[in-house]
């Protein structure tokens, strides 16, 4: 049994219509928002939505109402409906893809192979109704329509739900994790980058210049300019 009637909005529409419930017990029961279930009563939402009858397909009772109109913190109970459905087998074998959109699938094949190459053939089979032998030649590049294929989104095209894709590319990557040996390059730390080398002073002592010699020079330079010009 479902938690909220069938088509909730035109529930709300015919509750507010024909009963005296408040917001909060039409919200609560629809399972709306109650400023949404203030909306539709105000005119601005559900325009040209037909109000349907819960009475009529036995999701709720004529007591169940009048109960809320007398309490309104009263909360009406969605009646168990008495139509059991099958349970939908499991479906076996590929999926079934209309014929309109047959030619596609080499396409989408296509996207897989280039955007999630972690996939399995068997992940690509489930996800767009297609055989091994068809994947084999995409990926070959043997499949008769190469030359004009294009790699495009088989969420896009309709052949599967996103939450599809999603599931089977995070379960490829369960079982085939990324190797995670090579780290890529990484900066020094501090310690390398600032730390002073043992022999730096030692060879700046000995570029230092002797100053004594340096001045000498230049006397011995200029006496001889003196001598030169008394000649």
Not at 153 to 176: M, N, Y
Not at 177 to 206: F, H, M, Q, V
Request: proline share 7%; aromatic share 4%.
């Amino acid at each position: 049994m479902s938690n909220a009637p069938l088509m909730p909005k035109a529930t709300a529409v015919w509750l507010l219509d024909n009963t005296a419930l408040t917001f909060d017990q039409v919200a609560d029961f629809t399972k709306m928002h109650p400023l949404e279930v203030r909306a539709i009563a105000d005119g601005d939402a559900a325009q040209g939505i037909k109000g349907m009858d819960p009475l009529s397909n036995g999701q709720l009772t004529r007591e169940e109402i009048e109960k809320g109109e007398k309490n309104p913190d009263y909360r009406l109970r969605l009646q168990e409906s008495k139509v059991v459905l099958p349970p939908q087998p499991k479906r076996k074998g590929p999926r079934y893809t209309p014929v309109s959109r047959r030619h596609e699938r080499p396409s989408a094949i296509l996207w897989l192979l280039r955007s999630h190459p972690e996939l399995k053939d068997a992940q690509i089979m489930r996800l767009v109704g297609t055989t091994k032998s068809t994947i084999a030649s995409v990926r070959d590049r043997t499949h008769w329509n190469t030359s004009q294929l294009t790699p495009i989104d088989p969420v896009t095209l309709g052949l599967c739900s996103q939450i599809e894709l999603d599931f089977e590319v995070q379960r490829a990557a369960k079982e085939k994790p990324i190797d995670a040996t090579y780290g890529g390059a990484t900066l020094l730390p501090a310690s390398e980058t600032t730390r002073k080398d043992e022999y730096e002073p030692a060879e700046k002592s000995s570029d230092d210049l002797n100053v004594d010699a340096v001045f000498a020079k230049l006397k011995t330079l200029g006496g001889k300019k003196h001598e030169d010009e008394e000649e």
